[in-house]
């Protein structure tokens, strides 16, 4: 099984600021994934983040507004760029499978854009 | 591309009941994974159930248990014996498991389960 960390937990930024979300897991994987969840909605994937390539984006997301970084099989970094009050959400991220085919989800770091 | 949809946003279930969470998917994928995730208000994402489509027997984890129909393409989740705890949001979620798209999820709307005692 894979333990997933987040930093920050949550955070309050100001709009056109750009904030960097770190996501550590406690072995490697192959994959990690990045999760938008909105007020009240569903989780949305925005990319699928693999080491030594490029992340690959969902429709809807860019690269200049959420650029990804993946150093290594632990390690993933997403930024939220430019900030808008609608980038305000829960940003989760996942990735490793368990013995009961489950995936891990990070604690999740809770975005408020004012 | 795959679909999830969850056509219950609230139910109500009385403590000690039994509550049935629907979920329908659609995907033209052979090989593809059913998950049911809790998310309590604190927001953490709590491994529920699995099922592959491959699987014969309808999946069972505790009080947890999925009716897993192929055909229809559902896979509702059962939780018996309901307690105070249970109240939270349950997401179905849908994970590719062929291809390129391996281990992408994609989710439902969610159903918000409210337990009284």
């Known amino acids: 099984s894979a333990v997933i960390s987040q930093k920050p937990s949550r955070d309050i930024c100001q709009r056109g600021t750009s904030l960097t979300i770190q996501c550590q897991v406690d072995?490697?994987?192959?994959?990690m994934f990045w999760y938008r969840q909105q007020p009240g909605q569903s989780l949305t994937l925005i990319a699928t983040?693999?080491?030594?390539?490029?992340?690959?984006?969902e429709s809807g997301f860019v690269i200049d507004k959420f650029p990804i970084s993946r150093p290594n099989l632990t390690f993933s970094t997403l930024t939220v760029s430019n900030m808008s009050p609608e980038d305000s959400s829960i940003y989760l991220c996942?990735?490793?499978?368990?013995?009961?085919?489950?995936?891990?989800f990070g604690p999740g770091t809770r975005l408020t854009v004012l | 591309a795959q679909k999830i949809t969850q056509t219950q946003p609230g139910m109500f279930v009385q403590e000690k009941e039994a509550v049935t969470l629907d979920c329908t998917y659609d995907t033209s994928d052979q090989s593809y994974g059913l998950f049911w995730y809790k998310q309590p208000s604190s927001g953490e994402m709590i491994f529920l159930i699995y099922q592959g489509s491959y699987d014969e027997q309808n999946a069972t984890e505790g009080r947890y248990s999925l009716n897993f129909q192929k055909a229809r393409k559902s896979a509702n989740l059962v939780i018996s014996a309901s307690q105070l705890g249970d109240s939270a949001m349950y997401f179905c979620?849908?994970?590719?498991?062929?291809?390129?798209?391996?281990?992408?999820?994609?989710f439902g709307q969610g159903t918000i389960l409210t337990v009284h005692p």
């Open positions: 979620a849908m994970r590719e498991e062929e291809g390129t798209s391996y281990g992408k999820l994609t």
């Open positions: 072995s490697q994987v192959t994959m």
């Open positions: 983040a693999n080491q030594g390539s490029e992340a690959t984006y």
């Open positions: 996942s990735g490793g499978q368990g013995p009961y085919n489950e995936q891990f």
